[in-house]
C-alpha cells in the first residue's frame, strides 16, 4: 500500500505498508521544479533535490496509461528501508 499526499512547499508526504520499492511521479503544476522537492517516506525524509521535467519520462508516464492528460514529466524511485 502506498498513500501519498501532497503537504505543499513543494514537499510530498509518502506512508508504505509492504512496499520495498516505489516511483513518484510529478507535474510541474505540482511542485516548483525550481526548487528542491523533498519526499518524506514513513515520517523519514528520503529524497531532497530538483528534478527537472524531462521528455523521455514524459512518453514513458504516456505509455504506462495511454492518457495525454495523465502525463507526468518527472519522476522520483526510492527503495523503502
Do not use: F, G, M, Q
Given at each position: 500500500m502506498i498513500d501519498?499526499?501532497?503537504a505543499g512547499h513543494n514537499t510530498i508526504v509518502v506512508v508504505t505498508?509492504?512496499?520495498s520499492r516505489f516511483t513518484v511521479w510529478l507535474h510541474p503544476k505540482m511542485v516548483d521544479v525550481n526548487k528542491p522537492v523533498t519526499i518524506v517516506v514513513d515520517g523519514?525524509?528520503?529524497f531532497r533535490g530538483m528534478e527537472?521535467?524531462?521528455?523521455?519520462?514524459a512518453?514513458?508516464?504516456y505509455r504506462r496509461r495511454y492518457d495525454w492528460e495523465l502525463v507526468y514529466p518527472i519522476k522520483v524511485t526510492?527503495?523503502?528501508e
Open positions: 501519498a499526499t501532497d505498508k509492504n512496499v523519514t525524509a528520503r527537472k521535467p524531462l521528455l523521455a519520462t512518453l514513458e508516464s526510492l527503495d523503502v
